[in-house]
C-alpha cells in the first residue's frame, strides 16, 4: 500500500533509501574521510610536540591554536564557495591544509614555536568546509524533505565519528611510525576525503547562485534569528569543549586513565544513538521546536554529572547528554536552511559550525580554570542552559 501526500507520492526516507540515492554515500564517506585531520590534527600536534621534548603548555597552545583557526576560517571559506562554487575552494583549501601539516615537522616547534604557530595557524584557517559543503549539497540531492531530513540526521550523529576515530587514528600512527608520520597521514586523509566529494559530479558541477546586487558584508549574520541561534550554538559548544576537562580532571582523581578517552567517546556514541533514532521518525512541529525539546534534554544530561559519579557511571552518564546533541544539531541545521538569505547557505552552515567551534575552545579555557569537581562539572551544564535560554527566545520571536 503506498503513502501519497499533497504533492503526490511519499518518497521512501529510510536510511537504507536515503544511502541508497546516488553519490549519497560516496559524499557522507568522502566528507567523513576528509573531516578526519579535525580529530587527529589536535593530538599530532601535541604529539610532535612532546616527541621533541617540547613543554606541555607549547603543545596545548598549538593544538588550541588550531581547533580555532580551523572554526574562524570556516565562515570566510563558505563565502567563497558560494560566490565561485565547491570544486575550487574545496581543493585550494585541502592542498594548503595538507602541505602545512607536511611543513609541520620541519618547523621544529620546540626549538621554533613562532614558526611552528604560523604553520598551525594556516593549516587551521584552510580547514576545508566539507562540513557546510555537503550540508548545501542535500537539498540538490534529495529534494524530498523527508529524506533531507534523514540524510541531516544521518550525516550529524555520524560526525562524532570524525572525534572517536582521528585521535585513535593519530595516536596509532605515532606509536607505530612516529608523530611526523601521524601528521602525514593527517595530510594525506584531508586530500583523500576531498578527492571523493570534489570529483563527485553534484560537488563538481555545483554552481552558486546569481546575485542581482551586492552581499552586505556581514552575510548571513545581517539576518536577527540567525544572530540568536548562532550565540545559542556558542553555548552547546562550551558544553563540547569542557567535557575533554571533565574527563581528565575525573580520571585524575579517580586514578584511572582510561577515563579521559572514554569519557568523551561515551558523548560521542549517544549523539550518534540519538541522532539515528531521531532521523527514523518524522517528529510532529517546526524544526525551532525540536531545538528547544532537544535543549532541554542536552541541558539536563549534565546533570547526574555534577556530583562526580564514580567512573563508570560518569561513562554511563556521558552517554545521556549526546543522547540529545545530534538531533539537537539537526534540527540547527534544518532552521538553517530555512532562513538562511538565497545562495548564502555554504557560509550560514559554515557560520554555525564556527559558532560550536568558538565555544568549545571557550569551554575548554573555561573549565581548565578551576580544580574544584564541582565548578569543572558546572560548566558544561552552564553552556547548555544558555543555549537553551537562546533557543527559547529564538522559538519565541522567530519559528512563525
Known sequence: MSTTTACGPAQDSSYRAVLGSPYVARLLGGTLIGRLPTGMAPIAILLLVRAEHGPLALAGALGALYGLASALGQPLLGRLVDRNGQAQILVTAAATASTAFLLLPCTGPARHPVLAALTVLAAGLATPPLEAGLRALWPVLLPDAGRQRTALSLDSSTQGLVFIAGPLLATGFAAGAGATTALAATAALGLLGTGLVVTARPSRTWTPAEFTEAMHWTGPLRVPGLRVLFAALIGTGVALGAVNVLALSAAERHHVGWL????????????????????????????????????????????????????????????????????????????????????????????????????????????SLTTAPLLVAAVPLAGAAFALWLLHRFNDRFSS
Do not use: N
Request: negative net charge.
Open 260 to 367: 579521559a578517552g572514554v569519557m568523551p567517546a561515551a558523548l560521542s556514541i549517544g549523539s550518534m544513538l540519538g541522532g539515528l533514532a531521531y532521523g527514523r521518525h518524522a517528529w510532529p512541529g517546526a524544526p525551532a521546536k525540536h531545538l528547544v525539546a532537544a535543549s532541554i534534554g542536552f541541558a539536563a544530561g549534565w546533570l547526574p554529572l555534577l556530583p562526580d559519579p564514580a567512573p563508570a557511571v560518569a561513562v554511563l552518564s556521558a552517554v545521556l547528554p549526546g543522547t540529545f546533541l545530534a538531533p539537537l544539531l539537526t534540527a540547527a541545521f534544518l532552521t538553517v536552511d530555512r532562513i538562511a538569505p538565497e545562495g548564502e547557505a555554504t557560509e550560514a552552515f559554515a557560520w554555525l559550525i564556527a559558532c560550536i567551534g568558538i565555544g568549545q575552545a571557550a569551554g575548554t579555557a573555561l573549565a
